[in-house]
Nanobody, 126 residues
């Protein structure tokens, strides 16, 4: 199992940008499908994006498509989530996830991921 550590969260005004990073250790990173989920107060966790073992293809929630870009650097054991044009509804704890056996049809289901980071708070507010 990999261990995941997120960084890069913070407070940003509407329309601003942030980049989250997730560093993995303890496993063969290139074998893992990686993803991001988020959870706002009082709401369920929701899928944000996922990327398979190589950099393509990448999957996004409709709510972030065109604004967020997920990428991975297998040489650095790290995934990134570049978030542009941020909105107040993007506020929440953002979790990095990983799984080595997940199938494509389950990629948007948070219950199917075995490995979770501690989460990074993203707050979009003026």
């Amino acid at each position: 199992q990999v261990q995941l550590v997120e960084s890069g969260g913070g407070l940003v005004p509407p329309g601003g940008s942030l980049r989250l990073s997730c560093a993995a250790s303890g496993g063969t990173f290139s074998r893992y499908t990686m993803g991001w989920f988020r959870q706002a107060p009082g709401k369920e966790r929701e899928f944000v994006s996922a990327i398979r073992r190589s950099n393509s293809p990448t999957y996004y929630a409709d709510s972030v498509k065109g604004r967020f870009t997920m990428s991975r650097d297998n040489a650095k054991n790290t995934v990134y989530l570049q978030m542009n044009s941020l909105r107040p509804k993007d506020t929440g704890v953002h979790y990095c996830v990983a799984d080595s056996t997940i199938i494509l049809s389950n990629i948007r289901n948070h219950r199917e991921y075995d490995c979770w980071g501690q989460g990074a708070q993203v707050t979009v507010s003026s």
